[in-house]
């Protein structure tokens, strides 16, 4: 059985201030690995699909980075607009059937 | 480019009623999924269908719930009859079956309270 675990549950920084949020996966046989943000009351928004360790994806403050075991999502000079809560998912091969198995989240504060 | 369209946004029902949730996916998304997501938690996976058939279901509650597509592009969930613990979130998503596309686009979801 897929799992995903992320840590911490909640963040709390700073304008300005940069860190950076773990995804753990245990999958069998990663297709690819999802980072969505979602903001309450809104349904996840895609952000990166990474496919292969040492794959690095960027856009705006987010950095994606993957290994055999984690993710990371590096948040440099977060702003307020960046508060959400950002999920991450595993996708295994199981054939046709591709549903994602998502983390709980970490649920990110940035205060001005 | 239109997004996932979900509707109704919001449902309150009492306990042993039935609903029913549609969605209409990207314009050429041939799959579509259903997810619960329970307050405090990740999406979970309820169905997922490929055109109008089904291509997995394992984690879907059959004694309550059922799923169709019969035209492979609106879908419609219905719960019946309704739990209290069936309160949550329900987000379809959808994706191209292009190579190499595999994220999928979520629509705004159903918010359920059953009282």
């Known amino acids: ?17 940069s860190s950076s949020l773990n995804c753990s996966y245990t999958v069998s046989g990663l297709r690819g ?21 040492g794959e690095e994806k960027e856009k705006e403050r987010l950095k994606a980075t993957l290994t055999k075991k984690e993710s990371f999502l590096h948040i440099t000079a977060p702003k307020p607009e960046d508060s959400a809560t950002y999920l991450c998912a595993v996708q295994g091969s199981g054939g046709g059937a591709d549903g994602l ?6 649920h990110l504060i940035i205060q001005p | ?5 979900q509707s109704p946004r919001y449902k309150i029902i009492e306990k042993r009623q039935s609903v029913a949730f549609w ?3 990207i314009s050429g998304h041939a799959t579509l999924y259903w997810y619960q997501q329970i307050l405090g938690q990740g999406p979970k996976l309820l169905i997922q269908f490929q055109n109008n058939g089904v291509v997995d279901d394992s984690q879907l509650p059959k004694d309550r719930f059922s799923a169709e597509r019969l035209k492979g592009v609106d879908s419609t969930l219905k719960i019946q009859p309704a ?9 379809c998503a959808s994706r191209s079956t292009g190579r190499g596309s595999y994220e999928q686009y979520f629509g705004p979801g159903t918010r359920l309270t059953v009282t």
């Open chain 2, 83 to 91: 739990k209290l613990e069936d309160s949550a979130v329900y987000l």
């Open chain 2, 23 to 25: 969605c209409n996916p």
């Open chain 1, 1 to 17: 059985e897929d799992q995903v675990t992320q840590s911490p549950e909640a963040l709390r920084l700073q304008e300005g201030e």
């Open chain 1, 101 to 106: 198995t998502f983390g709980k989240g970490t």
């Open chain 1, 33 to 53: 690995l999802f980072w969505y943000r979602q903001d309450p009351g809104k349904g996840p928004e895609f952000l990166f699909t990474l496919y292969s360790a």
């Open chain 2, 1 to 5: 480019e239109a997004g996932v369209a």
